[in-house]
């Protein structure tokens, strides 16, 4: 996800686990009609065809469902994509798709890469309004407004065992410099600048290889936990760590973005479509980190499904 998502408590469930791998052409569909367009503009509001597109991973999905979910509720017929990620969707974003859960760094720093190339500075300007703000020409230029930033944040983070930061004395990602070492992480992880790139460049970390497990996924878990990778990727709100042994270190040089959830929705299908606004800008009102940490923990301790947790969640917020 170029600056990513990173989109996550980000879990280690099993089969529900879907890795951010690296995007394929082809977009998988978790939905009613895998063949559905998006949808033509329409006269008026509160109803239609809607394609939902989403990251895979854990939290991203469980929030994707909750978009559909309160999308259906309001009259539309949504088509839900989930893909391994950001480029995947990004290529046809806004063009075939109409709404994705993103968060503000991802989807800022996803569009600086893509016009200024890999290794632009990225925007890290203050909080996620600010960064937003700082984002306003890219979004204008392809087409896509964000709706209201929600509370609730998650941001890209670095694990090891915790037997190793204890023999190593390893607290923070700057106690790493100088060290060689092995990353599990996201496909799309090398070079970029929250990611692999920021680890060797920012804080002078030597990463021997990236290993493409997938983000926060249980073959990148296990990875670091057998010794074949000392360091993974995972989310600041990753609630399965501690009963795995396994710790987050501290980014001390603050190389990760604002990562605020927010809906991304096509100009276009929004000018159609305004009272998607209200519905979507109403969850993020309802939605915490604390909350997210409380509802992707269901999914990863309790192996609830995250359809049921979504539908959960908006029932007791009164959004259904």
Do not use: W
């Not at 469930?13 to 329409?42: I, Q, Y």
């Not at 037997?163 to 060290?179: A, Q, R």
């Not at 878990?221 to 396994?246: A, C, H, N, P, R």
């Not at 940490?293 to 301790?301: I, W």
């Amino acid at each position: 996800m170029q600056v990513r998502r990173s989109l996550a408590a980000v879990l280690a469930v099993g089969s529900l686990f879907f890795a951010t791998a690296c995007a394929g052409d082809d977009l998988d569909s978790s939905a009613k009609d895998d063949n559905t367009p998006s949808s033509e503009p329409t006269a008026g509001s509160g109803g239609g065809p809607v394609t939902i597109a989403s990251q895979s991973f854990p939290e991203a999905a469980l929030v994707a469902s909750m978009y559909d979910q309160l999308l259906t509720n309001a009259g539309y017929d949504t088509t839900v994509k989930l893909v391994d990620a950001r480029d995947a969707y990004m290529a046809t974003f806004p063009k075939t798709i109409d709404v994705v859960p993103e968060y503000v760094g991802g989807i800022v720093n996803f569009l600086n890469s893509a016009k200024n190339g890999d290794n632009a500075k990225p925007i890290t300007a203050g909080d996620g309004q600010e960064l937003a703000d700082a984002g306003a020409g890219l979004l204008k230029e392809q087409g896509i407004t964000l709706l209201d930033l929600s509370e609730a944040t998650d941001t890209n983070a670095f694990f090891v065992t915790q037997d190793y930061s204890e023999s190593e004395g390893v607290t923070k990602l700057s106690d790493l410099e100088g060290d060689s070492v092995t990353l599990a992480a996201a496909p799309d992880c090398e070079g970029r600048l929250d990611c692999e790139g920021g680890l060797s460049d920012d804080y002078g970390i030597d990463i021997k290889e990236v290993l493409p497990l997938g983000y926060a996924s249980d073959q990148t878990y296990q990875s670091v936990i057998d010794g074949e990778s000392e360091l993974g990727e995972t989310s600041t709100t990753d609630g399965t760590l501690e009963s795995q042994g396994l710790v987050v270190l501290e980014d001390d040089k603050h190389i990760q973005p604002a990562q605020n959830l927010v809906p991304a929705v096509s100009d276009e299908f929004l000018a159609a479509h305004p009272d998607v606004a209200d519905t979507l800008n109403a969850l993020m009102a309802a939605l915490t980190t604390e909350k997210l940490t409380e509802l992707n923990g269901r999914v990863a301790v309790d192996r609830e499904k995250p359809e049921d947790v979504a539908k959960d969640f908006l029932t007791e917020a009164g959004l259904l």
